[in-house]
């Protein structure tokens, strides 16, 4: 596609239901980036794939959040039983990927509340 | 703990006059560095980067200025127009490791005035 899309653009849920996040990238870009952005804060990295695996998962908060990107391109971010504290927006970005220092092209978020 | 930092939560300029947005950043191995804009509702849409092997890098009216061993960058815009009110993000890489993962000031609102 033309640009990164993030869908929902808005998810309201109840306190411990389950949430997936979908994004789907830049055609073309195998490096794919999941943020999360809280009121006031700056985009705070969550996961990064490099084609299907996950190479740094090292900003997911807990067990709770998981992502998969199966095929490469689509990616899916999966929060369980969710809580206040993981309202937020969340921000999907992609690059080409590489030796070298890529810019990331941000999709406009998911604003996820959770109640 | 704040590796990258914008300590001006918000700045407010004439239009036509200058801008500058400051950042700060601890991080020795961060070698390269981006500002990204963004306006409600959209995500961050990127701006001008600049390697640490350079302290300038010009883009039109925007010019980011890197000074490595203060760990410190600026952004520049001149003349300044009413459609730069936006956030700015100040963000920084490593290419040694972590791919291309950046990490994120807090932003600073700028508005422009006519």
């Known amino acids: 596609g033309a640009g990164v899309s993030q869908t929902p653009s808005n998810k309201v849920t109840e306190k411990g239901k389950y949430v997936e996040l979908r994004c789907d990238p830049i055609s073309g870009h195998t490096a794919l980036y999941w943020y999360r952005q809280s009121l006031g804060q700056g985009p705070e990295f969550l996961i990064y794939?490099?084609?299907?695996?996950?190479?740094?998962d090292s900003g997911l908060p807990n067990d709770r959040f998981f992502a998969v990107r199966p095929e490469g391109s689509v990616s899916t971010l999966k929060i369980q039983r969710t809580e206040r504290g993981d309202s937020a927006v969340y921000l999907c970005a992609s690059s080409p990927g590489g030796s070298g220092a890529n810019v990331l092209t941000f999709g406009a978020g998911s604003r996820l509340t959770v109640l | 703990d704040q590796q990258v930092k914008q300590n001006s939560p918000s700045l407010s300029v004439q239009e036509g006059r200058i801008s500058i947005l400051n950042c700060d950043y601890t991080n020795s191995m961060f070698d390269y560095f981006l500002w990204y804009k963004k306006y409600p509702a959209e995500g961050p849409t990127f701006l001008i980067s600049i390697s640490s092997i350079k302290d300038k890098n010009e883009d039109g009216r925007f010019t980011v200025f890197l000074n490595k061993s203060a760990k410190h960058l600026s952004l520049h815009i001149v003349p300044s127009q009413p459609g730069d009110s936006a956030v700015y993000f100040c963000?920084?890489?490593?290419?040694?490791?972590?791919?291309?993962?950046?990490?994120f000031g807090t932003g600073t609102q700028l508005k422009v005035e006519l």
């Open positions: 963000a920084a890489g490593g290419l040694t490791g972590g791919g291309n993962k950046l990490t």
């Open positions: 794939f490099q084609g299907t695996g996950a190479a740094d």
